[in-house]
């Protein structure tokens, strides 16, 4: 996956574009399929919401689908973590739902194994006399 980071009204740090790149290619292990995740920086500057003065957002379009994240933190390396295990959590909700949608009703049987048990089968159904 390709990871764009960028700054909105800002410049970001190197050390934090390097982590942004590290944390955000970590995550796109989930899906290879060469597309594009956008990080984009933003830094608040009002005194009132000093907690979250720095936000992050996350967007990517992968197997058809978009994936947005976004976190706020005091420091722009925290946002990035936040906003990194978030978007690891909903790739790996797509893929399992993905995955799941595939299946066939026969695929789902525990181990192949059907119904019938294993003397049944060998047998047939016994008979007393």
Not at 36 to 56: C, H, I, Q, T, Y
Not at 79 to 93: G, I, M, P, S, T
């Amino acid at each position: 996956m390709d990871v764009r980071v960028h700054g909105k009204n800002m410049r970001v740090k190197d050390d934090v574009n390097d982590m942004a790149l590290d944390k955000i290619g970590h995550a796109s292990r989930i899906f290879d399929d060469g597309s594009v995740a956008d990080v984009e920086f933003s830094e608040l500057r009002n005194p009132r919401s000093a907690g979250e003065r720095f936000k992050v957002e996350i967007t990517s379009h992968t197997a058809g689908h978009t994936v947005r994240v976004a976190s706020r933190a005091p420091d722009a390396t925290s946002a990035v973590d936040l906003a990194a295990d978030k978007f690891e959590r909903q790739l790996r909700r797509l893929k399992e739902r993905l995955i799941q949608r595939s299946r066939n009703r026969d695929h789902k049987m525990l181990n192949g194994v059907s119904s019938m048990s294993d003397e049944e089968q060998e047998d047939g159904p016994e008979t007393i006399v």
